[in-house]
T-cell receptor, first 114, second 112 residues
Framework: NAGVTQTPKFRVLKTGQSMTLLCAQDMNHEYMYWYRQDPGMGLRLIHYSVGEGTTAKGEVPDGYNVSRLKKQNFLLGLESAAPSQTSVYFC?????????????FGPGTRLLVL | GQQLNQSPQSMFIQEGEDVSMNCTSSSIFNTWLWYKQDPGEGPVLLIALYKAGELTSNGRLTAQFGITRKDSFLNISASIPSDVGIYFCAGTNAGNNRKLIWGLGTSLAVNP
């Protein structure tokens, strides 16, 4: 049971380039979330999904798109990267009816946009 | 967006000391969570609280769900060097797609 995994672990982009961050979970969780973490800002929700084929905007969705084609995967896309998107990105998942109401987090993807 | 008021922002203590941190909110929650984040890692759940007034322990950690449902605190007793990290509180309500509202974290440093 790998839990929540994220790829890549680290990436450097030039302004205007695009990329996709992959989150995968093997716990059969319904809900998945993408956060960004910046110094002094805590964790901010970008987008989330309550099930396969569904996505919704979080607190800071601009400049990002997501897709949940399979229940176990949640993709975060940056169509045209900007320096303001330099951050650490975390994916999390959650199972309805779990004994603990908690989100399980991946190890993070560190993104630097030059 | 909404955030929780978490204090203190940082702490520097001697090994063996007790630590206390708290979170307050302007709105009520039916679940309070405390996470710890080690450098270079994602947050990991320490304690989950589901009932107002509930006091829950996990080893040297004790957390309480405030009776008003608008606050929570976390205590760490007899701190050790591996307690170093950032501690986050989070609140959630069942009807909100389990979205978590986060505090900004308490950074803990422990001097051996």
């Amino acid at each position: 049971n790998a839990g929540v995994t994220q790829t890549p672990k680290f990436r450097v982009l030039k302004t205007g380039q695009s990329m996709t961050l992959l989150c995968a979970q093997d716990m059969n969780h319904e809900y998945m979330y993408w956060y960004r973490q910046d110094p002094g800002m805590g964790l901010r929700l970008i987008h989330y999904s309550v099930g396969e084929g569904t996505t919704a905007k979080g607190e800071v969705p601009d400049g990002y798109n997501v897709s949940r084609l399979k229940k176990q995967n949640f993709l975060l896309g940056l169509e045209s990267a900007a320096p303001s998107q330099t951050s650490v990105y975390f994916c999390a998942s959650f199972r309805l009816g779990a004994p603990e109401e908690t989100q399980y987090f991946g190890p993070g993807t560190r993104l630097l946009v030059l | 967006g909404q955030q929780l008021n978490q204090s203190p922002q940082s702490m520097f203590i001697q090994e063996g000391e007790d630590v206390s941190m708290n979170c307050t909110s302007s709105s009520i929650f039916n679940t309070w969570l405390w996470y710890k984040q080690d450098p270079g890692e994602g947050p990991v759940l320490l304690i989950a609280l589901y009932k107002a007034g509930e006091l829950t322990s996990n080893g040297r950690l004790t957390a309480q769900f405030g009776i008003t449902r608008k606050d929570s605190f976390l205590n760490i007793s007899a701190s050790i060097p591996s307690d170093v990290g950032i501690y986050f509180c989070a609140g959630t309500n069942a009807g909100n797609n389990r979205k978590l509202i986060w505090g900004l974290g308490t950074s803990l440093a422990v001097n051996p």
